[in-house]
């Protein structure tokens, strides 16, 4: 399991545990540079207990760990044009939550950021020390993509095979996040698949960087790797151990 999907998952399990949740899991929004986009999201809670939303920024670091930081503290950070109506939340059992973007002139690609929600009890802090102090969070990600402005870009960098593990780092240098799901397959002497192994199927933000890593069964005799994403042409790649 990814650790992505994992640390999400654990804080909806947290979460559910504690009797809240949020629909929809995430929020996508096209929003033209000076004009305004929202979306309404829907927050319940079991037994009406308050909840509380806060403004942080994420990234996914190289290994694929997830990173909560202070709102605005990255370059692409969807935070200072984000506005979130309320400050506590009291469902019973459910309650809107409504939210609205306004980009600046000349914004282009995708900005990203997420609403925290966690019990009105947890301290009104960001960062990741929130998330192991609260006892159940939610993390509901929010991204803004600029229509017409996208201009994917995806490379694979020093791809090598190195004691049957194959290792690859994938950068995203375009300006527009990436939906990336990235396949390793392993052939023998005949052309025939040994396995296939998915290292990666996440978002890649702009700017940043993924390692891949493969373990290869010893029958291998060529290793295909091939990463997808839309708006970008597959790249493939074929080594031997």
Known sequence: MKRTAFLLGLLALWAQAAGFGVAPSRTVLHPRPETRAGAVLTVFSTDGAAVRPLVVDWRINPDGDVELLPAGSLPRSLAPYLRVSGEVLKPHPRARLPLEVRLPAGAEGSYHAALLLVPATAPPTAGQALVLEAQAAILHPIFAVVPGTERPKLSLDETQIKDGVLEALLVNRGNVYLRVRAALAALDAHG????????????LFPGTTRRLLGRLPARAVVARLVVDAPGVAPIVWEGQP
């Open 192 to 203: 025939a698949i040994l396995s296939e192994t998915v290292l990666m199927d996440d978002v």
